[in-house]
T-cell receptor
Framework: GAVVSQHPSWVICKSGTSVKIECRSL??????MFWYRQFPKQSLMLMAT?????????EQGVEKDKFLINHASLTLSTLTVTSAHPEDSSFYIC????????????FGPGTRLTVT | ELKVEQNPLFLSMQEEKNYTIYCNYS?????LYWYRQDPGKSLESLFV?????AVKQEGRLMASLDTKARLSTLHITAAVHDLSATYFC???????????FGSGTRLLVRP
């Protein structure tokens, strides 16, 4: 149980275009989803927290207009990187929590974004 | 602000040796997680430690939590090459359920 998927697993896009990444909880309802970014050989940095049906809460320093997060249902959250630039190239990982038994987060497999 | 410090950052050890990775955190929390990450992959959950004095073991790995000292350890016993990976601890914020990650320990087990 507690499986989280992400799509796509990798994407290459040109500078200035937008990219959407999907995060799905496959076998549970996720009241909260989290988006992380990881640069090579670095740790995971939380970008934002989203609760179903409400606006995402962004961490300090994360541009909310650039990284659009939508948590439209209890099984789906999307991250859209708008007007991507090479410095946005990173490994994006989502996690989901049901908040029922505990707030343990279950991590997706990640999406590698390369902006050329 | 919750801060999590992990050490060492890099650990090269021989097979069959024992070693410990340390995770210190700065404010009160009762939930600490250990994860493994292989190159190019996402996180694999290893241990969930939910209370003071918690100790969990799986194979050659054992994790413990001392909430009073704000310290967790991940002990490796008789290391094998398959344990080579990056290990992260993460502490859950008491107020918001956010996870704050340590910097990670890159473990290389040499024959």
């Amino acid at each position: 149980g507690a499986v989280v998927s992400q799509h796509p697993s990798w994407v290459i896009c040109k500078s200035g275009t937008s990219v959407k990444i999907e995060c799905r909880s496959l076998d549970f309802q996720a009241t909260t989803m989290f988006w992380y970014r990881q640069f090579p050989k670095q740790s995971l940095m939380l970008m934002a927290t989203s609760n179903e049906g409400s606006k995402a809460t962004y961490e300090q320093g994360v541009e909310k207009d650039k990284f659009l997060i939508n948590h439209a249902s209890l099984t789906l959250s999307t991250l859209t990187v708008t007007s991507a630039h090479p410095e946005d190239s990173s490994f994006y990982i989502c996690s989901a929590s049901s908040g029922e038994v505990s707030y343990e987060q279950y991590f997706g497999p990640g999406t590698r974004l390369t902006v050329t | 602000e919750l801060k999590v410090e992990q050490n060492p950052l890099f650990l090269s050890m021989q097979e069959e040796k024992n070693y410990t990775i340390y995770c210190n955190y700065s404010t009160t929390s009762d939930r600490l997680y250990w994860y493994r990450q292989d190159p190019g992959k996402s996180l694999e959950s290893l241990f969930v430690l939910l209370s003071n004095g918690a100790v969990k073991q799986e194979g050659r790995l054992m994790a413990s939590l001392d909430t009073k000292a704000r310290l967790s350890t991940l002990h490796i016993t008789a290391a094998v090459h398959d344990l080579s990976a990056t290990y992260f601890c993460a502490v859950e914020s008491d107020s918001s359920y956010k996870l704050i990650f340590g910097s990670g320990t890159r473990l290389l087990v040499r024959p």
